[in-house]
Structures are given as C-alpha cells and as structure tokens.
C-alpha cells in the first residue's frame, strides 16, 4: 500500500486477493497533471465509493479502467493479472462495464438496440440482427432493474432519467458476457435520477454486489456513505484517504476532498435576504399544450423561486416557456406591470431574461469557442463599436469575469470545453452576468455534475446576485439545494401548480413536505 | 457593469494550494490541428525546392500565389459556409454565371455594352444574389444546404448557358486585360485581389458578428438560438457574402482567360472543398478558419505546382497527388483520434 | 389525369413498335431476296412525317452547338424542324432521352444523328434504334468491335475522325512555324480517351520525322481550358524562353495556354489546338495562334440527318453501302492563316447533303 495514503480507520482484510487493483497511476497532459499517484483497489462483491472535486481526477481514473486513456505510468490488475486497457470493447471483454456520466446512448436506436449494442452475442446471427432474440436478451437486462421501459422504444423519446436506467441495463449486460464476475463503474449514475429511480438504483447496487464489484462515482456524499463498502478520497490527482462509512461522517469526507473546513452551511443560509416588496414578474394563465395548464406566478426582486416537481411534471417546460424558447399561450405576462414579449429567446434577452439550461454541452456552450467568446456571445454588442468586435475590450471583460468568478482558465482565450465542469458552468453564468440590466436568471440544474466546491460557488453567486435584486428561477438537482436556495418553493404536478411553499431564512421546510406535494 | 455585485465572491475555493499552475499552452492535439497543414505546407515546399531547381524562384512563387489566387477567393467565401455545419456546392453555377455576366457587361465582342468595372461588381453582386437564394431557401424552408446550393449551381449552369446562346463572349477591354497581365511588386494583380479578400475574410471572422455566430452556430446551434442569436439571418448572410466570392472568382477566371465560359468554375467546388478539410477547416463546423483554408488552398496549389516541376508523369500525377493529400490529413488528425470524434 | 395520358401514349408506342417490327421483317427479307431494297424503304414514310432528332452533350460547348445548327439547317432545307437534344455529359441521361424520343414518336420515321457520350454507350444506343426501327448515324465514338454491317439495318453509318491525323497535321503547322527547330511542350486531354491517345500518337509520329524539334514536357490539362491556362504558367516557370511552341489536343487548352503566354509575354510561341472553335479560328485569323483543325460541326450535324432522310425517302440504299461507307473517317481540315477568315462563321453547305454527296467526305475506312 502507498505509504503516502493516509489511513482513516482502513479495513484490514488481508488474505482477500483484489479483483481490481490500481498502483500509482500518472498522467499528464501537456501541463496539467491530472492523475499523479492513485493508487486503489476493489476486492470480490464489494461497492467502493470514490469521490473527489470536479478535476480531481475521477473522471480520467474512470477511462483508463476502461481503456480510454492510457497511463503515463502505474499499474492495473485485474483479478491478480497486469492488464493494458486499449478501449470500452476490450475492458467489456475482460469484465470492466461503465455507466458514463456523459450518457453514452445513440438515440436514434430502440432500447433493445443500445442494451446489446456491440455485445449482441446470439442476437446477431450471420452479420443479420434476430430482433426476437434481441427483445428478450434486452428485456432481460431492463428485468434486472425492475424497468418498464419498453424494449422497443427509440432512446431519444426517453426522460434524462429513464436513458440513465437504460445505461445501467447496458452495463448489466456485461456480466452475461463474462464467466468471472465483472467490476462495473458506476459514473455519478444518480445525478438525473429522481429519488424513487435512485431507490431503484441501490437496490440493483445491493443486488449486483452478489455477483459482481461495484465502484460508485458521486458527488453526493450521503448515497455514497450509504452504499459503499469503502471510500477512497481523491485530491489533485492523488488518493489521500481510505475510509470506512461507519466511521466517517458527511463534513469529514468534504473535509478530505477539499483539504479544508467549509464554514458552515455551504448553502450559505445566513446570506438569504427577504425578497423586495416590488413584483418583477407576473405570470398569469401560461398553458404549454400538454404539458403545463394555466400556471399563475409571482416573482418579485431580489427573490429565488424554486421549482419543484418530478419528471415530466412540466417545470422545464414553464422555465423554457417564460424564455422564449417554447410557444405558450397566457393570459398575461407581465414584468414590471409591463406586458412582456418573450415569443422568442431573442426578445426575452432583450427583456433582460437569461436562461442556463440543464444540459451544458448541448445547450449550454460551445465548447470549441474560448471562453471569452462563450461569455459575450448574447450581449455582443457591449463589446462591439459599429459592426466591428472590439476584441481587446471583449478580453478585458472576460478577463474580469474570469477574475470575479474565479474560472479556473488557462487564459480567456482557451476554448471552454478543455475545463472543467465547474469552469465552464461558471462561464456559463458569467454569460449572463456581464449585462448590467440583467432582471431575471432562470437557472435549470446549474449545479448539475459540479463537485461541492464548485457548487459553493454558484451558490454565493446566486445569492449575490439576489442581493443586487435580480429575481431568479430555480430548478435544483436535490430538494435539499432547492429549499435551501429559494425564498418560496413553487411545487408542479401534472402540469399545474400543486403548491407555493414559504422558505424563509432559518424556518426552512422540511424535504418531505415539499415531496408531498410532488407525487 | 456594476463590480459591487461580486465583490463577495468565495475565497480560495476549487483552487487547491500546490496545484499545478494551469499552463497558457493549448494541448498538443490543437496545436497539431492548427499548425500541422502549415508544417505539411513547408514540408511540401522544402521537398519540391530540394527536388527542382526552378521551384524555389520568384518566378515560380509569383505562378503559384496566381494560381491559388482564384481558389483562395473562393475558400475565403466557402469557409464561412463550412464554420456553420452546412455545406455549399452552388459554386460551378455561381461562377458560371458570374463569368459570363461579367463578359457580357463589360467591353466584349459580343455587344455594345461597357459598364466597366460597375460590370465587375454586378457579377460580384448577382453572385450575393445567388447565395441570398440558397440561404434563404434553406434557412426559410428548412432545406438542407446539401439540396439547396446543388440546385442553385444547376440554375446558375443554365442561366450561364442561355447567356453564352454559342458564342464565347471574348473581353474586350484594356482595363481588365491589364488586371490579367499585370503586376505589382513582381506579384501579379490578382494574387493581390486574393490577398485582400483574405484580408476581408479574416476581419470578418474576427471582428464581425457574422464570424463570430457562424462558429458558434456550427459548434452548437441550440445554445446559438438559447442566446437570442438570430440564427436564421446570420446563416443566410454567409451564404450571402460566400456567393459574391464565387461571383469574384468567376470575375477573375474570365480575367485570366480573357472570355467568359460557363465551365469557368468546373472542378472548383471539389477543389475548394478539398482545400478547406485539408487546412482543418472541418465540415462538421464550428472549428477552423479562413487562415486554415487558405493553407489548405496553398497546399493543395503547391502541390500541383511541384509536381509538374519535379516532372512526375502526368500519368501518376492524379495518384500521387491523391497519396500525399490523405497523407497530410491524416498527420493532422493523428493527434485527434484519440479524441473519439465521431467520423461521418 | 396526366397518367393516364402518358398511359394511353405508352400503349399507342408499344403499337408503333409492333408495326416497326414488322415493317423491319419485312425490309430483311425483301433485302435478302436482292436489290428490291428501294421500294420497301420509300413504301415507309412520307417526306413530311419524318422526324429528325440531333443529340450532343450541350450546346455550352460552340462545336456541338455548330453540330446541331447544321442540323437545323439541313432539316429547314428539306422543310422539317430538327429536335435539339442535351445531355450534359450524363450517360444514363443521354439513354434515357432516346428511349422517349422513340417511345413517343414514330421510330420508323425517325433519323437519329447521335454522338454517343462515351465508346461503351454506343452499343445500347444501337440496339435500341435497331429494335425500334429508327434509323440512326453516329459519330465520334464506338467500340472497335460493333459495326453497322453485323445485321443492323437501320444504323447507316458511324462517322469519326482520324486523331492521329489531325495531332500530325496541327504538329506539322507548327513545326513549320517554328522554322523546323526548338523546343515544344505538349498539353494532352483527358488521358484514358481515345481521342487524346491517337491525337498524342500523332505528335509523336510527326516529332520522329523532325529531330530537331525537342518536346520538353508533356502534361495532361484535361480537355480544359482554365487547367490549359495553369498548366502552361507551371511549363513557363519551369522551362522559360525554351519554349517555341505548345502543342494541345484541343483548342480550349490551346486558348489558355494562349492566355497563359500572353501574361507572361511571350508572343512569337506557336500555339496550335484542334476542334476549330470559333474563338480559336478568331486567334488563328489574327495570327495569335497558327493553327487548328476543324472537322466541320454543321457538316456532322446535317450529314447525319440527311443519310437518314435519303434512307427513309428511298433515295438512299442501305443495304448497298459499303463497309468503307457505313464506318469510315471523314475529311477534316487544317485552318491557318489562309484559310482562317472563310472559317470564322462555320457554316453547313447544304451541296454536302444532297443524297449523291453525302458519302464525299470518307478518307478511308476505320482500322
């Protein structure tokens, strides 16, 4: 064992050879040290938690268990055997199945398809695909975790959350495919599912350690204090800690992870301050065919509604809706007792609108533009004199945002999608940030995928930016993080509006209260 | 700006005390993708003036800067096309035409007419006009560009063809013979023509909103609109400022020839197209530039150029120029396919 | 509603073709029976029902424009109007207009003057009039295999021209230009066409029999006259004041190299091209150029109309041409500056299709 690793109360089990053991991998990149020195190890049916901050090495950790990048240096074993990964078909192959955070389906494929893509085994018979066999082999996948996804739908007209189950079966499969009982990589497989589909998920997690070894990626530290046998700790590239749940609490593991106390609440409660008395926006009878029927709204300055509600209970669909970027019909839509046209995302902009939406590398940015250009790409024209870009005064405002937000950047000028998850989200909010007229920010799961430092972050932002009286809309990956952020909950079900919930500094309400009102 | 409204901003946080400081260098990967067509451009160039002596003379760089000069106009206009994902194919048409009209306005053997340059900038424009058409078609009906631009060449294949009724229109103008023949500075006048369209091109990349949303309406078109970008407008624009290239282009060509004729763009899409990929302007958009295309363009005349000059058999010629193409692009790509980019 | 009609003008076809097949057993056997050929053939059609159709590749190209003129000329003289076919290069296309000329017209009153797109697309053109009945001439190209007289009764004649012959003779204009000595480059066509190879043959020929005559390079500039013009600045660079002439398989790339010698300033090289496009003549009159070859368009374009017309009038007998006569190459001539002016317009000679004169210009058989 790494003499450098210090032991937290580490279990002993000598005489359990490891199914997979990692010593001391490096890796670097140009000048980034991603990984310098992890060294772990799972042993038979056993759930181990890795977590660590966004850029902490996981993620590359994670590929190369399964060949997608190559080590520098350091050793994989597998079942007491040195392995080279050299891609997903070869780990599948040896027995190492991942569940990506990024969703690795092709949607335009049925379910069945994806299950058994490339591992289709019997079902594929001459080059000629037999679609009965391959139903039922992917029916029996879906079976394991309890799904009624249909075998048959096309993957693109899934939820978030049910694409995620289907992930899960596709790596399910690998143990058919493997005599020896698999190591199966759970990426943050939790964070879009919903609480009942989480549920599901441990349960598959308790079910699949009978046969198999799981490694459990998340940046939610209670499921994995909850599921795992084990938790490593990774910080800048290094394994600094192995713990075991029963002995470790919450604030220690954040404690390891970030090297540091947090003070306090990292929701930063103290910091709420009472929303203004003024109405910002005023919604009244905004229906979305099918989906949302005459929803009435309040927003005032300065205030945080957080929208509640599950999937499909029409909260996207509201949020997109005021932004411009679905067609609504309303009664009337009012900011500052003005009639609002926001018929497109254009005219909401003009109406000092900003929307971040949930999925950031589709919608969110580009990432083959730098930084600076993702930042002003709606306000432009503040950095524009005449026709022409001004692009030392576009440089000078990223940098100042790079600065104010802390965006961890090489230079303005490197392209977005070569930082983290956190930077770039940062980036994505500084978008918004730069116009000084911004009144309104509808923010759909800004903290999606962040690790908690950087959570924090857009935290202190959100509450920054209500203090200088913008009114924010909130859709939030925990209730935990919604009540704690909101001045009032907005609670949607089936499309209207269940309840308006109070969430006042210091008299929050409880988790379940605001989950009666959503199932 | 109003600096108070951060001024609370976290301390320290996600920065952790002896990280690696973030270096200001790209990846290696990149730099391979934006410098690896120039280093294949010296390359090439070192090679043919290791193997031929007249390669490396004023003389022959002022025949090669000529000879790209056509295809550079070109690349300029296509590459903005390129940034946004879509693809332009109208060029054989819009040339055609382009060269005809211009034949046709100016001084000519066929009719009084005499407009002078004024003919040279409607052929500029009536190729504006062209791509107006694509872009609006595509962008209004929702055709794909692929349909649109192939249809817009053979439209623009037949106007030409009823514009030449049999008769090559031959100049016969003194002004625009002496933009053919002349020179400046040892350069011909047209190489300088293609300078300052590529000068054009990169001001508009740079400074204008118009290189600016075609990059990131090609990198992602959803987040293009989600920032209230008006998609469909700046998409029609470069379409727009891509047909008055080829319009151009098509002015140049019967420059040089001295008639217009309606295969003045024969061959120049495929080329132009080859050129841009192979300087790393990539077809799915989003990524590369005119500075790429323009080395694209440069390699592929090289190219050509040397190959007479070291006296390859013009049997093998078509080989080996298709040989040392794929070689490049693929010392390109090397780097990226670890990438996992998806290759359609 | 239009299906329908299309329906109804199908079947009306089908008939037609019946009745053609017949009328062709009956033309067989009255042909085998000796000498009784005339009157089957007069008995077919009157003068005013006969349809006569000319197809090129496009009229953009001023030798295939002049090919159809000289067909409307020819088919005005006899108070008929030819239909102008194109096909822009395209095989399938070019297939596919001829199977509806002869499904909606009449075959066995049709004359099919045809230059076929490519050698191997001349065997289904053959078979297709052959089984309509339709009477059909084509030129330039074929393959060396398939010949009228292998029991086709309705394909009059193939017409081609000698490109070994005409790269000698344009080489031989030049050599002499040049006073016999210096050096020449060679700009060659599209190199797997027939056309391109006998032509080069003919420069190698003539360049044998003239020692002093060197061929610096020889490059491949695609029948195309933006390539041509290219082509011969990269020649320039590379071998500068050497050059005394330029040799080019046709008259486009002749015209660019032209363009090409002139921006670099070279005025006394000897240019010569062949198809005689007009610019070309226009050059070779003005002395820019010294010469070409022309194998007269509107004489092709009217000829093979009026083989056709004189079969179906009965002024013509199939059956009793020779083989010389049913493929052979015809006459083409050099233009210089002699000449040159009288070419400037080309112009079809309606003497030339006058029944008795519509085989003067054979110069031999195809070998």
Known sequence: MNPDIETVEAEQSPGVPPVLAVRDLRKRFAETTALDGVTFEVRPHEVVGLIGENGAGKSTLLKMLV????????????????????????????????????????????????????AEGPAVVGGLYRWRELRRRAQVQLDKIGSEISVDALTESLSFADRQLVEVAKVLATEERTNAEPVVLLDEPTSVLDRDETEVLFAQIERLRTRASVVFVSHRLD???RVSDRVYVLRNGRTVAECVPGDVDEATLRKLMIGRDLAGSHYDEERQLPAREAVRLAVRGLTVKGVCDHIDLDLH???????????????????????GALASRSESVTMHGRPLNARSPRAAIASDIGYVPAERRREGMVGSMS????????????????PLLQRRKERALAEEWIERLRIRTPSASAQLGSLSGGNQQKAVLARWLVSDSLRLLILDHPTRGLDVGAKTEVYQLIRDLTADGVSVLLMADSLEELIAMSHRVLVMKDGRVAEIIDAPAGAKPAPLRVLEGMV | MAPARLGLAPPETGRAPGSPRPSRRPDRATILADFGPLGALVLLCLLFGFLSPQFATWGNVRNVLDSASVLAVIA?????VLLLGAIDLSIEGVMATAALSVALLVANSRNDLDFGFMGVLAAVAIGAGFGLASGLLSTGLKIPSFMTTLGMSAIGIGIATVLFGGVQPALRSPELAEWASGQWFGLTRLTYVAVAVVLIGI????????????????????????????????KTLAFTFAGATYGLAGVMVTTQLGSGIVQAGVGQNFAAITAAVVGGTLLSGGRGGVLHSIVGVLIVTVLVNGLVLIGVSPYVQGAVQGVIVVAAVVITAWPLRKRLRVVK | MNSTAIRRRRGLAVATIGFAAIALVGCADSGAGGGGG??????????????LIGQVRNETNPYEKSWLDGGDAFAESVGLTQTRLTYDGESPKQQEQLRQAISTGNPECMVLNVLPNGDSDTTPIVKEADAAGAYLVTQWNKPADLNPWDGYDTWISHITFDGVDSGRQIAEAMFEQMGGSGGIIALQGILDTAAAKDRFT??????????????????????????????????????????????????????????????????????????????????????????????????????????????????????????????????????????????????????????????????????
């Open chain 1, 301 to 323: 300055e300065g205030e945080v509604v957080g929208i509640a509600g599950v999937q499909g209970s029409g909260r996207e669909e509201l949020c997109r809706s005021l932004f």
């Open chain 3, 202 to 367: 003919g420069l190698q020929e003539a360049l044998a029999e003239n020692p002093d005559i060197e061929l610096l390079d020889e490059q491949t500039a695609d029948f195309d006259r933006t390539t041509g013009f290219e082509v011969t600045k990269t020649l320039i660079t590379k071998h500068g004041d050497a050059i005394r002439g330029v040799w080019a398989a046709n008259d486009d790339m002749a015209l660019g190299a032209l363009q090409a010698l002139e921006a670099a300033g070279m005025s006394d090289v000897a240019v010569v091209g062949i198809d005689a496009v007009p610019e070309a003549v226009q050059a070779v009159a003005d002395g820019t150029m010294t010469a070409t070859v022309s194998v007269d368009g509107p004489w092709q374009g009217g000829v093979g109309l009026a083989m056709g017309y004189c079969a179906l009038t009965g002024e013509l007998d199939v059956a009793g041409l020779s083989n010389e006569q049913r493929a052979f190459f015809a006459e083409q001539t050099l233009i210089n500056a002699e000449n040159a002016e009288e070419n400037l317009t080309p112009k079809a000679d309606l003497e030339d299709f006058e029944c008795g004169n519509l085989f003067d210009r054979v110069t031999g058989p195809v070998s």
């Open chain 1, 223 to 225: 499921e994995v204090l």
């Open chain 2, 76 to 80: 300029v206009g296509l590459t903005f």
């Open chain 1, 67 to 118: 060949g997608l990048a190559r080590p520098d240096s350091g050793t994989i074993e597998l079942r007491g055997r040195r392995v080279k990964m050299r891609g997903i078909a070869q780990a599948g192959a040896a027995g190492i199945g991942m569940v990506f955070q990024e969703q690795s389906l092709i949607p335009n494929l049925t379910v069945a398809e994806n299950i058994l893509l490339g």
């Open chain 2, 203 to 234: 001001l508009v990349q740079r400074y204008t909103r118009l290189g600016r949303y075609a990059r990131a309406i090609g990198g992602a078109e959803e987040l293009a609109l989600l920032s209230g970008i008006p998609v469909r407008r700046y």
């Open chain 1, 371 to 386: 930084v600076a250009e993702n930042i002003t790409l709606p306000h432009i024209s503040e950095v524009c004199a005449g």
């Open chain 3, 38 to 51: 005339d009157e089957a053939a007069a008995a077919t059609c009157a003068p005013e029902d006969i349809q």
